[in-house]
């Protein structure tokens, strides 16, 4: 069966420090894969998807860039975080294929101050 | 482009209680749609999903039956708990093919609180 791993669950980071969260998916393969942000009492913004190794789409201009260096492999990144970075990170995949059906990973909760 | 409008809450139940909650959507095209559930403190769970017209999903007691005429996708539950407290999230996704990467579409999300 497909799982997928977010990791850490938590993070408070300083203004100005990196970050990277990092999502990975088991038991399946070349999936669609997408990072998500919720924002404090707002609803989910599709930040970037991939449907490849090496390929990245934005979906809005921001602080954050994405990367997915495998296949099951999909990382959120910024050289310098801002407060407005604050906010609950969600990973998701779906397959490349088919009726898209979602599955997301238990999310991540960034505090930067 | 497509979007999902979800009514607007939070919605207050007492336990037994019928519940719904509205939700439209926009698209090109024949979408798939979904009801999710977040809740406290979790990431997202799918609760149901239809992928064509007329089709009805089904889960935990919680339906939703998907509208082309009136473009809805309205979630029912005939008798809540106080565990059905979360988020519901509404949502769309475009089927596969052309250049559609299968990107969901949220709604702004509706809080239930159930009270025992």
């Known amino acids: 069966s497909q799982t997928i791993h977010q990791w850490p669950a938590t993070l408070v980071q300083p203004v100005g420090s990196p970050l990277s969260l990092e999502c990975t998916v088991e038991?399946?393969?070349?999936?669609?894969l997408y990072w998500y942000r919720q924002a404090a009492g707002r609803g989910l913004q599709l930040l970037f998807y991939s449907v490849g190794i090496g390929q990245i789409s934005s979906e809005v201009p921001q602080n954050l860039s994405a990367s997915r260096p495998q296949d099951r492999q999909f990382i959120l990144s910024s050289k310098k975080l801002l407060l407005s970075d604050s906010g609950f990170y969600l990973c998701a995949w779906a397959p490349g294929v088919g009726p898209r059906g979602y599955t997301f990973g238990s999310g991540t909760r960034l505090t930067v101050v | 482009g497509n979007s999902v409008t979800q009514m607007e809450g939070p919605v207050t139940l007492s336990e037994e209680a019928f519940l719904t909650i509205n939700c439209t959507y926009t698209a090109t095209g024949y979408p798939s749609l979904f009801w999710y559930v977040q809740y406290p403190g979790e990431g997202l769970q799918l609760l149901l999903k239809a992928t064509k017209a007329d089709d009805k999903g089904s889960n935990k007691g919680f339906e939703a039956t998907y509208r082309k005429e009136t473009t809805s996708f309205h979630l029912e539950k005939g008798s809540v708990q106080v565990s059905d407290s979360a988020v519901y999230f509404c949502?769309?996704?475009?089927?596969?093919?052309?250049?559609?990467?299968?990107?969901?579409?949220f709604g702004q999300g509706t809080i239930l609180t159930v009270h025992p």
């Open positions: 949502a769309l996704s475009e089927r596969a093919g052309g250049t559609s990467y299968g990107k969901l579409t």
């Open positions: 038991g399946t393969s070349n999936p669609n």
